[in-house]
């Protein structure tokens, strides 16, 4: 079927006028209208914004199925392997690039293009246009989170691989896209950091590994008929893994995690009535919470305060206050609560004061 044809076709299957389509599309009436007509087609960067409007694959919307036959693949794949034979990167790049424009949904194709480009130092201008294209697209429209996060880490070793210094940081910009978690970053983090501030990164990507560690530990405490006596014992367990991490210093990202085990271990304590054992662990969650506003902290940047937390995550002192809140409500540990109530205004005032 002609694209105009199938335009129409799509528009009255979703009951939308062609004033109503335009509206969404960004574009006036009359434009849908000469696309419907065949007069004019939509630029390829429309062609994925019509596809979500209709609720169809770029595929159906090319109507893939009248152009990629099993031959044309075996085709493309013969081509393909004897440009790799003859040892002509250019040629290979071009070869999928062509294949993507054909198969627009085929977003492996889409990673094996920037692993190609990245593998042969294909960072010029001509090949880095395309790059940045379907980069964008697949950040768009691919739903596999792994294969846009692989397609990331190719962009950044491409980018920072560029003479040009623009390009190189945009390495930094492909870098913040992926999440710190999953050991999804480290692979590619020495080609946008070095000096204290890739040794930090690296610090901290063995830190989300041993909390992760501990959030193992930690879920084995949530099955069924477990006692107190063994829910204290897995917590115990975590915090020393935390512990060990922070050095009991309470400065950054893993305060909250080993405060709340601390007041897990609380609350575990007086059902196995061993209240010191409470109040003890009481007295370091109010202790460090009392570190992160104290005179020190003002001094200095605070890793616990200053440092950007991962895209999507609530700023860390956010959560001291809820956790403040929560003991403050806690009927358990109400000779607490006066105490508890000024630290809460005190540390509310002072993140708020200082615009963290």
């Known amino acids: 079927m002609e694209l105009d044809r199938r335009l129409k076709e799509l528009r009255l299957r979703r009951g939308l006028t062609q004033e109503q389509a335009a509206q969404v599309l960004g574009v006036s009436a009359q434009v849908v209208s000469k696309w419907e007509r065949g007069l004019t087609q939509p630029d390829v960067q429309m062609m994925p914004r019509i596809a ?3 609720r169809i694959s770029l595929d159906e919307l090319y109507d893939m199925d009248a152009y990629y036959t099993k031959q044309h693949y075996d085709d493309y794949r013969k081509r393909l392997a004897q440009a790799k034979k003859d040892g002509i990167p250019e040629r290979v790049f071009w070869l999928i690039v062509e294949e993507i424009e054909l198969h627009p949904d085929a977003f492996w194709e889409y990673l094996n293009l920037a692993d190609h480009a990245a593998k042969n130092a294909l960072n ?10 379907f980069a964008e697209r697949a950040e768009r429209f691919c739903r596999e989170e792994k294969l846009r996060h692989a397609i990331f880490r190719c962009m950044v070793r491409i980018c920072s691989s560029s003479p040009e210094p623009d390009i190189r940081k945009q390495a930094k910009d492909y870098y913040e896209k992926l999440p710190y978690f999953r050991n999804i970053r480290e692979t590619v983090t020495q080609f946008v950091l070095d000096g204290d501030e890739l ?7 063995i830190l989300y590994i041993i909390q992760s560690a501990a959030d193992l530990i930690r879920a084995r405490m949530y099955r069924q008929d477990r006692t107190p006596e063994e829910k204290l014992h897995y917590l115990q367990m975590s915090s020393r893994i935390l512990e060990a991490v922070t050095e009991e210093k309470f400065t950054g990202f893993f305060d909250i995690p080993l405060l709340l085990d601390y007041y897990g271990m609380a ?16 007295c370091k969650i109010l202790a460090a919470l009392r570190r992160h506003i104290s005179a020190d902290s003002r001094a200095v940047p605070s890793e616990f305060a200053d440092d950007p937390q991962p ?12 956790l403040l809140s929560d003991i ?11 105490e508890i109530k000024k630290l809460y205004d005190e540390y509310q005032s002072y993140f708020i004061r200082e615009g963290k």
């Not at 040794?199 to 990507?205: A, D, H, L």
């Open 52 to 54: 979500v409007l209709y």
């Open 124 to 133: 010029t201008k001509p090949y880095l246009n395309k790059l940045f294209l």
């Open 199 to 205: 040794e930090m990164e690296e610090n901290r990507n």
């Open 267 to 282: 609350k575990l304590y007086l059902e196995v009535n061993e209240p010191e054992k409470a109040d003890l662990c009481l």
């Open 311 to 322: 895209q999507g995550y609530k700023p860390y002192w956010t959560s001291g206050l809820e």
């Open 328 to 338: 403050q409500n806690d009927k358990n540990f109400s000779p607490y609560y006066n």
